[in-house]
């Protein structure tokens, strides 16, 4: 076995690499979150803002890793479909944790900050920017780095300014007929309390460790996506944007996971948002490791799909948010089941029309 001649090896033995990469995704990446939360802390940076740029980017190190690995090898489309698959993979993440530990009561309910409406808002714009990029093909390529996935990466950074101006300034308060459930004070970082007794230096040196062991895991996820594909027949398109989008997506299943099983709901939609942001972002790193050419200029339009299905479901998420019904159905909100109706059959449509 190789890992750089995977091709030799038989299906289901890369289908055992690929699961045990996804485990070390899983294993660091989950470790990231608590590392990034008492850093953030003990510095004083804002909560909405650490949420997006270090929890979202710590999370977001498996997509950077597999986004990488894709775009060296030539793989345009599985490195632009796990970035937009990913984007509503993470929504419908959301969904499913309303349904397992909000039992008759929506996420939603319990998520109405006005960070997270700012942060879905631009979520939206974002995707949009998108899908004009894809439209439109690459307009500018200087020494092999175009014109639009710069201007993705000026965006994100924008978004970031707003955030970090906004917080602690919210503009309206939830009212009607349901009052502001309290949230639980526990959140991710008191999942272990025994890192509360380690230096930032310790804490520093932890992450840089976990950040290493999930951008090697995501690119062996990467590598045996790619012969996945393959030998599966089903394509770099589809494999990108499920079995891939899903393995670099543990990170941040598993810090919403924990999230929503303390009670820290809004932080749990505020580090899916943010992530999403970052990761259409990261179309620029694509792009300058990407050799072939313009990497929006290699991918197939209809990845822009994906994009309007990340849109929809982000604004299904801030219609769930703004109206906050106490109505549920199959123990779920009605924004959840929505969103998973809209994810199933889209990427039923996606791979037999597209």
Not at 10 to 37: I, K, Q
Not at 177 to 203: C, G, M, W
Not at 337 to 347: F, K, P, Q, R
Request: hydrophobic share 50%.
């Amino acid at each position: 076995m190789s890992l750089f001649e995977l091709q030799t090896n038989p299906l289901v033995l890369n289908v055992l690499l690929f699961s045990l990469a996804a485990g070390g995704v899983w294993l660091c990446g989950s470790r990231l979150s608590y590392y990034v939360d008492l850093i953030a802390e003990r510095t004083g940076i804002g909560k909405a803002f650490a949420g997006a740029l270090l929890l979202g980017g710590a999370t977001s190190l498996p997509e950077l890793g597999t986004t990488l690995s894709a775009s060296v090898s030539g793989a345009a489309e599985m490195a632009g479909n796990n970035l937009l698959g990913g984007v509503v993979m993470q929504i419908a993440v959301l969904a499913v944790l309303d349904a397992i530990f909000l039992r008759n009561k929506p996420l939603t309910l319990f998520s109405p900050k006005a960070t997270l409406l700012v942060q879905g808002v631009f979520l939206i714009l974002m995707l949009s920017f998108s899908i004009i990029t894809l439209v439109t093909g690459e307009l500018l390529v200087v020494w092999g780095v175009g014109l639009w996935p710069v201007l993705l990466f000026l965006a994100y950074l924008f978004c970031l300014g707003v955030f970090h101006r906004y917080e602690g300034e919210p503009r309206w308060e939830p009212a009607g007929e349901f009052k502001q459930p309290i949230e639980s004070p526990r959140d991710v970082k008191n999942a272990h309390p025994e890192y509360r007794d380690l230096s930032t230096r310790q804490l520093v040196n932890r992450f840089v460790l976990a950040a290493v062991g999930v951008l090697v895991s995501g690119f062996v996820v990467a590598r045996t996506g790619e012969v996945l594909a393959d030998q599966s027949g089903l394509g770099q398109s589809l494999i990108g944007a499920t079995l891939v989008a899903l393995a670099t997506s543990l990170p941040e299943v598993s810090t919403t996971w924990t999230a929503v099983r303390f009670g820290a709901y809004s932080m749990a939609v505020a580090n899916i948002l943010g992530t999403n942001l970052l990761e259409v972002a990261l179309f620029l790193p694509a792009d300058l490791a990407y050799r072939d050419g313009a990497i929006i200029d290699s991918l197939d339009p209809s990845a822009s799909f994906l994009a309007a299905l990340g849109i929809i479901c982000t604004g299904l998420y801030l219609w769930g948010i703004l109206e906050r019904r106490d109505k549920t159905i199959l123990g779920m909100g009605y924004d959840s089941a929505m969103i998973l109706l809209v994810y199933v059959s889209g990427m039923g449509l996606y791979y037999y029309v597209l």
